[in-house]
């Protein structure tokens, strides 16, 4: 069972498919795990486990020679808690919801379940995920098990604390503000935030927002395209979703050319960055020249960046949420009543300007990738910090007014419309994970993948995850 555990979704999948372990081994292998681990990181509060073994079961009637080619032939898989599975608790980490069954799955876990993947469970979020920081009033604190008296980041710190403890080999996660990119970075695994649309999923009261985001999470970069193959493809009910591309994004990985130039920019020309994370971040991003043609400290103009993600999620906020503010607001945590009454002082003008704003900025985004292939930073500007802090509210004595402006790293790259992944670079003197950010042009999950990869194949951080948690003295 250990052994299981340590193996990547990779070479477990392989197994799975010479029929050299079955799915209920993984079932029993992560149902063992998460017994070991979970009282100390709280990653996945909501197990669905009988359900999981009747789809189990249900897969030993497939005949192999049907399954399309790639397929999880039974791995079992975690689903972020803002994410509908039929018959399992899905409370959006909200007291609102404690109670709710979803009675529909998301079409995105259809299709990760029509290709063999394996619900075991929900992984735990931030009321409706607001915030880098994963706590709520259902489910309690999830930490990070590089330490447990850290965060995991949010909103999808129990999908990386799972994944980082080996409860489970592969977890889906979402991102709006970094809500994949963060928890990947303070718990030293994977998080891609792919283009908009690229991963189809609904059915939903905001079809055609381009905002958040689906994406996959791993342990390592090879994982993460198989997850991302296995997430991919157009759906009627998520409007202008992308299909699937003809080359898989496990097969783009066979043959990395050497890149172009690279921008490396360690702060975004405005975002204070800890000393320590930067350091450790420039020193990985000098380790690119190996895979390309140069990298040059510089990056796009962005200086808009963080207003116009600041305005458009006020307006996404009070779309979603204005119905349970005027319901439920003794029920709502303060950072979520505050964006959206951020989203109610909005004026049409308002939204106008940002809109027309975002818009110049993507030109100036196509015209950097015309010159560079990937702009590498920091994928955080701190390394993780206690979980009794709700938000970081200061860094080299800049003071922030609100709790996301500390997310601004890859909020302002959230804007951009462009796939962007976390993966792990080093790690602080006391032992804590720090992830760069990759971003390349819209819509080359394979770019930003092979890029990835070149970096993970010359360096051990994949290898040191899964880790039993780490409770200091």
Known sequence: MTDLVKMTATEVVGLLKDGKVSPEELLDASEARIKETDGAINALPTLCFDRARAHAARLKTENLTDRPDPHL????????????????????????????????????????????????????????????????EVFGTTTNPWNTERTPGGSSGGAASALATGQVWLAQGSDLGGSLRTPASFTGVVGLRPSPKRVAHGPLRLPFSTYPVEGPMA?????????????????????SSLPAPETSYVDSLKDIPKFGRIAYSPDLSQCPVDPEVADICAKAAADFERYC??????????????EIFQTLRAQLFIANHAPLLAEHRDKLKPEVIWNVEKGAKLNADDIGAAQRAQGDLYQRIVKFFSEYDFLITPASIVPAFPHKLRYVEEVNGVKFDNYMSWLALPSMLTVTNCPVISIPCGFTKSGLPVGLQIMGPN???????????????????????????????
């Open 293 to 306: 043609n140069g990298v040059e400290e510089t990056c796009p103009d962005l200086h808009d960046a963080e």
């Open 219 to 239: 342990r390592n970069v090879p994982d993460t395209a198989l997850f991302l193959d296995m997430m991919a493809g157009s759906h009627v009910l998520d409007p």
């Open 73 to 136: 032939h039974g791995l079992p898989i975690a689903i972020k808690d803002l994410t509908p599975v039929k018959d399992v608790r899905f409370t959006s980490g909200s007291p609102i919801f404690a109670d709710r069954i979803a009675d529909f799955s998301d079409v995105m876990v259809e299709r990760l379940e029509e290709r063999g993947g394996i619900v075991i469970g929900k992984s735990n979020t931030p009321e409706f995920g607001a915030g880098g920081q994963t706590f709520n």
């Open 443 to 473: 819509a080359r999950e394979d770019r930003v993948l092979q890029a990835a990869c070149a970096f993970e194949r010359d360096h051990d951080y994949a290898s040191r995850v899964p880790i039993d948690p780490i409770t200091p003295a």
